[in-house]
């Protein structure tokens, strides 16, 4: 790697050992396992506290030098379903892209197929991350933990030390996905973190750009679209919640405006598509495009938010609660969906081009029905080989 | 090692999932033993399959199982050893998977993948084609795997404890999905599906129709433009070779790891001869590194001119295998190699000034068309009359089932004294000669053997108030010769009378038209470059440009103002013919034209300059230009396109 020869020069306080205990003093602050206590505590006391101190550890030599290319980027979480979107629309708006992945055995090939640089680190160990901010202009962080490991690993620590190495880096700008509403819900853990990850960046001096987005339609395709053409049983709760579902693709796009915008910069910001939907409404547009009825389950709200309380006694289903910690956020009757105008407007943007829901699911009904018929007339020859 | 791995990616069953894993991993060499008992091992793995696709509700769960299982199949003999070496257990997977007759070059590359974590690539195989073949014959299916299950049920007590186990499941997986949104948090579950919709998949907003059969050569890769071409190419699907001066380390790096890299020089035939086979599209953005002329004309000059003659030569080579009936083969419209091949050709004598014919300036016209001693058809003569020519013409007869309007032009391949002629073209009803209207293009010859391409598009009505040429009704050809607007005798060559011409003709052919653009050069406005070598960087490009024009490939020269390294799509664009241009543009915005040309069919065949729209200072606007702003799903490229000349 290029990269590691100049690392030297870097602030060698990242990797030392004070360093590392100002980073484990702030995680200190955060509930890893004081779970319990968290959620039952008044909401003041369960705050994290934030605050940034990574100005203190910032050598003031490291304005000179060589200066970074503005359009070299470095893209935190990109093997997922945002993340990849944001690499594509980076690629080819003709930026130079870096994908910061985990080391794995099997690496992110498709990002290397595309034409981004892939660097192994991982943001639970913050002694990997400096040497892959060397010669980056913007971070653009789309990166939240996997649900099956602890949700504070990733969405935290690695966040915290992240966002301070970017600081003591001079990082130019860094962009953050955040969640709708994550303020209104410190009972969520995740949209709590993002909460308090969104005033970290506040407070540590970055030139930065928060988008808070309400849901992905990707996620729907998964959750209903494919159950109802495999006439397998489709699950959704009787919740009145609304969610404005976004296509990946505009956010990406609408990010990168978002980010070369001078009259974005350090401002919060909110994606939303063009209409909130309830479960029901998703279901049954799926039916009518496929053609087929949905065995719907139904599942209150209220067995989702017992099962939450059950599983919140034992330790080893700990995670499994903050999973079904949204069930709360569900059962709110809140509507994740913003007025988009003003954000169209500062952007210049034109609202017919983002995607709407409709159409989605319709491309996709359309593409995957074609699909089965071309399909069907080929499997006429190769039944007899079976 | 699987094992663990295979954890780290559990289903949401929390603490259950380590015990459904372990479950998976010791049931699979249980299961392998109703299948070995069947009556082959390759039925065996297909049983196998459906059994799986069956009960294969939890897509994390069943997945490491499943490639448990075929392991297990592939390595029969020793299925410990399998389970603990990863290479042992690459290769019988690999196997298994061709027999399910997965195509596609990517299954390649995953040899150097371990078995257990898998790629997302493959859980999209996997999962697509689980869709498809449940959807597809789901019930028939489901009943046939539904006898199998019944039977392994019957026999292994194991086999109902799975089955419940996966119930149990996929029922906790849904409702455990149940308590999050559709956002951030649950991006790793939903993964699998919606990735078919966006590596490649049909709603991806970057696919391009057909781009999996196409290649694309780009020579210069690694120059500013090049390394964002080649990204877009492949974000697109296209299979993109890349033709680089050296392989280091360095330049591998720079380009996607699934380009196909030919080392060679554009200044050495022998080498782009082999970079340019198999592709179909050339992309050519290198340029000289330097202004010194030699560099220059090795690049940007013989560059060109090496690249496209090797195209042409690789396009004719395709021609001849398919013996003449492919698109890219010449239709013959005259071959002069014998001396009964000038029969219907007539030889014809006239004057512009009908009145003054035969006036007392009357010096004579003498004109043949003779096939001579050394088997060339000459056609020769004076005209010494002033406004008097002479022709030759003949009724074209093509071939049954060829019109001229699926060509784009005539090539002569000629020789003689280097004089110029002009071609004309007759339209009309063939039995009423009244209603015929007449089309000419001039032809200009070199003294020796050349060849000439007059395109259709070049050919103007003699009565200005006719259409546009039809080169669909054509059914007369004449050459023309008159001593008007002949260039000045080259000094050497015996300095002969303009008046005199000699013209021996070969072969005419029709060019053969395509609907895109084969070739792309990008060349630069002129803008920007150090005023004191600026002549002669000009100088070389044109030279390129006019090698390329001249190939008879169909081409887009891209002409962009001084390059600026910043990303594209931000501002809008102008397209102009005619040295007007005072903007600079991103290198992405020209990787973007680049690319859009190459299925564009108003691109071929054109020469434009590109660059910003200008913008003027707050009060001093004086006019506002019309200019083309790239947008999502917004091809600028046409329309801006479709209003600038052809041939040029």
Not at chain 2, 147 to 165: F, K, T
Not at chain 2, 335 to 341: A, G, I, N, T, W
Not at chain 2, 610 to 633: F, R
């Amino acid at each position: 790697m290029a990269s590691s020869t100049s690392l030297a020069a870097l602030p060698s306080q990242l990797a030392s050992p004070a360093r590392r205990a100002a980073l484990s003093r702030s995680a200190t602050a955060r509930p890893r396992h004081h779970h319990h206590s968290l959620l039952r505590a008044p909401p003041k006391g369960c705050r994290l506290v934030v605050t940034c101190n990574a100005q203190t550890a910032v050598p003031t030599s490291i304005a000179q030098g060589t200066p970074v290319r503005p359009t070299s980027i470095l893209v935190v979480g990109a093997t997922g379903t945002l993340g990849r979107q944001v690499v594509r629309r980076a690629l080819d708006e003709g930026y130079d892209v870096r994908c910061l992945v985990r080391p794995r055995p099997a690496p992110a090939d498709f990002l290397r197929d595309w034409g981004a640089t892939v660097v192994n680190a991982d943001l639970s160990k913050p002694e990997t991350i400096p040497a892959t901010l060397v010669g980056i202009h913007t971070v653009i962080d789309c990166a939240t933990g996997r649900p099956e490991e602890p949700i504070r690993t990733v969405d935290w620590e690695g966040k915290v030390a992240l966002i301070q190495c970017a600081k003591a880096m001079g990082i130019q700008k860094y962009v953050f996905y955040s969640i709708h509403n994550c303020d209104k819900h410190p009972e969520v853990p995740l949209m709590e973190i993002k909460h308090c990850t969104e005033k970290f960046i506040q407070d540590a001096g970055l030139d930065y750009l928060i988008i808070r987005l309400c849901g992905f339609m990707q996620g729907l395709i998964g959750q209903y679209a494919v159950p109802i053409l495999e006439e397998k049983s489709v699950w959704g709760t009787d919740a009145p919640t609304r969610i404005a579902y976004m296509d990946t693709q505009d956010v990406a796009r609408l990010t990168f405006i978002a980010m070369r915008n001078e009259k974005a910069s350090k401002k919060l910001l909110t994606f939303a598509g063009p209409r909130a939907w309830t479960t029901q409404e998703v279901i049954t547009l799926c039916e009518r495009l496929a053609g087929q009825d949905a065995n719907v389950t139904t599942v209150p709200v209220a067995v989702l938010r017992f099962t939450r309380q059950l599983t919140r006694f034992f330790q080893w289903t700990n995670d499994v609660a903050d999973r079904l910690a949204f069930s709360e956020v569900l059962s709110s009757d809140t509507i994740f969906s913003v007025p988009m105008n003003d954000t169209y407007q500062l952007l210049g943007v034109d609202s017919k081009d983002i995607l709407t829901l409709e159409k989605y699911l319709q491309d996709y009904f359309t593409n995957i029905l074609k699909k089965l018929k071309d399909l069907k007339a080929q499997s006429k020859q190769t039944d007899i080989f079976f | 090692m699987a094992a663990a791995i295979v954890a780290a990616r559990a289903p949401p069953g929390g603490g259950g999932a380590a015990a459904v894993i372990a479950y998976h991993h010791c049931a699979s060499p249980s299961r392998a033993l109703p299948l070995a008992a069947g009556p082959s091992a390759g039925g065996g793995v297909v049983v196998g399959r459906r059994y799986h696709h069956h009960g294969g509700a939890c897509c994390f769960a069943a997945k490491p199982t499943q490639v448990a299982a075929e392991v297990d199949q592939g390595g029969a003999a020793e299925p410990g050893v399998a389970s603990a070496n990863a290479a042992v257990e690459a290769k019988p997977r690999k196997k298994a998977r061709s027999r399910r007759g997965r195509k596609g070059k990517r299954s390649s590359s995953s040899e150097t993948r371990t078995t257990a974590v898998l790629e997302e690539e493959e859980e999209v195989e996997v999962k697509e084609k689980k869709t498809e073949e449940d959807g597809e014959e789901g019930k028939r299916k489901e009943k046939a795997a539904g006898l199998d299950l019944d039977e392994v049920m019957a026999v292994s007590p194991v086999g109902l404890g799975r089955r419940s186990r996966q119930i149990f499941d996929e029922v906790w997986r849904k409702f455990s999905r149940l308590g999050q949104m559709s956002s951030a948090s649950s991006t790793a579950l939903a993964e699998e599906e919606q990735a078919v919709l966006i590596r490649g998949g049909p709603m991806c907003e970057f696919t391009v129709p057909g781009a999996q059969d196409t290649t694309v050569l780009v020579v210069g890769a690694t120059s500013r433009i090049g390394r964002i071409v080649v990204r877009k190419l492949m974000l697109r699907g296209y299979n993109v070779k890349a033709l680089v001066r050296r392989n280091d380390a360095e330049v591998i790096d720079m380009l996607p790891r699934s380009v196909d890299i030919v080392v060679g020089d554009v200044g050495d035939p022998s080498t782009v001869k082999s970079a340019v086979s198999g592709c179909s599209k050339i992309i050519y953005c290198a340029t000289a590194r330097s202004t010194i002329t030699g560099d220059l004309n090795r690049v940007d000059n013989q560059g060109v001119r090496n690249v496209s003659k090797a195209f042409q030569d690789y396009y004719n080579e395709l021609a001849q295998l398919r013996a003449g009936k492919s698109s890219k083969s010449k239709l013959l419209i005259a071959k002069f190699k014998s001396p009964k091949s000038l029969n219907g050709w007539e030889v014809d004598q006239g004057s512009y000034f009908p009145n003054t014919f035969a006036s007392r300036f009357d010096e004579g016209i003498d004109a043949s068309f003779d096939f001579s001693e050394a088997g060339q058809a000459v056609f020769s003569g004076f005209v010494f009359t002033r406004g008097g020519y002479v022709e030759i013409s003949k009724r074209l007869s093509l071939p049954l089932g060829s019109t001229l309007d699926r060509y784009d032009g005539l090539l002569f391949s000629v020789g003689g004294n280097g004089r110029s002629y002009v071609v004309i073209l007759e339209t009309g009803p063939l039995a009423d000669t009244s209603q015929s209207k007449k089309y000419f293009a001039r032809m200009t010859t070199k003294v020796g053997f050349c060849r000439v391409r007059v395109p259709f598009s070049a050919f103007r009505p003699v009565n200005p108030q006719d259409p546009p040429l039809d080169p669909f009704l054509v059914h007369t050809l004449t050459i023309r010769f008159e001593p008007k607007r002949q260039r000045p005798g080259d000094g050497s060559q015996s300095a002969t009378d303009p008046r005199n011409f000699e013209l021996i003709l070969e072969y005419i052919k029709a060019l053969p038209t395509g609907q895109e653009t084969d070739f792309i050069l990008v060349s630069c406005s002129g803008s920007g470059i150090e005023p004191n070598r600026r002549e002669q960087v000009l100088k070389a490009k044109k030279a390129g440009e006019d090698a390329l024009r001249r190939s008879g490939l169909g081409y887009t020269i891209v002409r962009p103002g001084p390059l600026q390294e910043e990303p594209g799509g931000q501002r809008a664009l102008i397209f102009d013919q005619g040295n007007r241009i005072s903007q600079g543009i991103s290198c992405a915005d020209v990787a973007d034209i680049c690319v859009k040309a190459l299925h564009d069919s108003t691109a071929r065949n054109k020469s434009f300059d590109v660059c910003y729209e200008y913008v003027a200072e707050q009060g001093n606007e004086l006019y506002e230009l019309v200019a083309h702003l790239p947008d999502k799903a917004n091809n600028y490229l046409t329309p801006a396109l479709s209003v600038l000349e052809k041939n040029t």
